[in-house]
């Protein structure tokens, strides 16, 4: 409780952002030193000027900090600091991860993650495109990661709901804020089964210079970002050119050249990012954060279970396709025309099976290991 309750001083403190919180954070290891500390010690920390050293003197006081920690109890509104254990991995990799997460929902379905954004104005075909790849990621165990806006995120989150998946949201305004008002219940379905996630306090709301800081923390949680029907100032080339910052990877999907609404997206594909036709064009790049996956899950939870496929958590489509391997359907073609799955969920499920150590390829046929 108590430290709590400094690490939100802190946050309060005028001028104080998230790289100077940290800044501070990593001088003293504790934020109740930088509550307790004189005004000596503040000096010659990287980044903190004369001007935010006052600023710390002159507001040393807990009472907002308490009274706002109360606030958040009863908005049921959940906090995660940054040297927490549940701290999203990925996310304090990046240069500049805040410090303060407020949350509503499961803060445990980060691991295999991947962000898919674009246009509020998308067409109905980048729509039905975002919802289709998010379904099939999702599907697959992957988390969807978007930013709850109009057109593809919005279609983004559906598709990984649909699937039954895992999906977040990351706001520009505080998680008590419901923007757009019409994605109130998309807003309520994700706090069920997934995350609902800000850096900012209650209360805030949706300012056109929050969204660009906000882009930052979408790219931060995922492996890699894909962008989907984007303009030339679309805000989703800022979540790629984070992605591009932070390591990790740029997908895009190929647009029709003669709209605006896939310039940005057209011209990331010709500045090298990666062409995304079929979600196979992504899970080619997961295969070591997939293995690396499943290794941990063999190794720690399942030692004594290894002879039942449920301890890797099949799908439904795995099971099924695995049982038509067992009955001697081995070829990729003869599967495909013995289930009731289009030919991309087939494949998609093949690929997971091989990744999971469970059946291996020899040309286009496929056997039980």
């Not at 309060?12 to 030193?33: A, C, T």
């Not at 757009?180 to 996630?197: D, F, H, Q, R, Y």
């Not at 690396?292 to 496929?309: A, G, H």
Request: with cysteine; hydrophobic share 35%.
């Amino acid at each position: 409780m108590d430290e709590l309750l400094y690490w939100i001083w802190l946050s309060m403190v005028p001028g104080i952002g998230s790289k100077k919180f940290l800044n501070l954070y990593n001088h003293f290891g504790d934020i109740e030193r930088v509550f307790h500390g004189k005004e000596v010690e503040l000096h010659g920390i990287h980044n903190i000027s004369p001007r935010d050293i006052n600023s710390i003197m002159n507001n040393k006081d807990l009472n907002m900090a308490y009274k706002y920690l109360e606030l958040l109890k009863r908005q049921k509104v959940d906090i995660l600091l940054y040297k927490d254990k549940k701290y999203p991995h990925l996310l304090k990799e990046i240069y500049d991860p805040p410090p303060i997460l407020y949350s509503r929902g499961n803060i445990d379905i980060e691991k295999l993650s991947i962000s898919i954004v674009g246009s509020r104005k998308a067409s109905y075909y980048g729509m039905k495109t975002a919802e289709k790849l998010a379904f099939q990621l999702a599907s697959l165990g992957i988390t969807i990661v978007s930013g709850m806006a109009k057109g593809i995120d919005t279609y983004a989150h559906r598709g990984a709901l649909q699937a039954k998946g895992k999906t977040i949201a990351v706001l520009g305004c505080g998680v008590d804020v419901i923007y757009p008002t019409e994605n109130a219940e998309l807003m309520k379905e994700i706090e069920k089964s997934g995350l609902v996630i800000s850096e900012y306090p209650l209360k805030t709301l949706p300012k056109a210079n929050n969204f660009p800081a906000r882009n930052r923390i979408i790219s931060g949680l995922s492996l890699g970002t894909i962008i989907i029907e984007a303009g030339e100032k679309s805000g989703s080339l800022i979540t790629a050119e984070f992605a591009l910052e932070q390591g990790r990877d740029v997908y895009a999907i190929p647009g029709n050249i003669g709209t605006q609404y896939n310039k940005g997206s057209n011209n990331l594909l010709k500045e090298g990012a990666k062409l995304v036709t079929s979600i196979e064009d992504i899970l080619e790049d997961l295969v070591p954060y997939i293995k690396t996956e499943i290794s941990s899950i063999n190794s720690e939870s399942f030692k004594d279970q290894k002879e039942s496929i449920d301890y890797l958590n099949l799908t439904k489509e795995e099971k099924e396709i695995l049982e038509k391997i067992k009955m001697g359907y081995n070829h990729g073609d003869d599967i495909i025309s013995h289930c009731d799955y289009s030919p991309s969920v087939v494949n998609s499920s093949l690929t997971m099976l091989e990744l999971k150590g469970i059946i291996q390829k020899h040309r286009n046929s496929y056997f039980i290991k």
